[in-house]
């Protein structure tokens, strides 16, 4: 069974940061690549960015602007994401979605 599980959301400040968890099992996490997405309260969801499966090429969505790095490490079976200078309209759930499968999320908030 594929299970994907995103942990280390919480609560930060503006201008906080936050590093986002990815633990996968039940596939061959090596041989697919991995994007995160997120779903601000009541919005629909929204690509933030995408790993290739060596980790050779990252692609973003614009409203990153270089504040968050997605990592992984094949041999772990982990996904990470890298979140600084977050702002208040980051707050969200993100979920990790790999091999056609989404993970449970985990929610970031960003609030004074």
């Known amino acids: 069974e594929v299970q994907l599980q995103a942990s280390g959301g919480g609560l930060v400040q503006p201008g906080g940061s936050l590093r986002l968890s990815c633990a996968a099992s039940?596939?061959?996490?090596?041989?697919?690549?991995g994007s995160w997405f997120r779903q601000a309260p009541g919005k629909g969801v929204e690509w933030v960015t995408t790993?290739?499966?060596?980790?050779?090429?990252?692609n973003e969505a614009d409203f990153v602007e270089g504040r968050f790095t997605i990592s992984r490490d094949n041999a772990k079976a982990m996904m990470y994401l890298q979140l600084n200078s977050l702002q208040p309209e980051d707050t969200a759930v993100y979920f990790c979605?790999?091999?056609?499968?989404r993970g449970q999320g985990t929610l970031v908030t960003v609030s004074s």
């Open positions: 979605v790999m091999a056609a499968t």
């Open positions: 039940g596939f061959a996490f090596s041989d697919y690549p």
């Open positions: 790993i290739n499966k060596d980790a050779s090429r990252i």
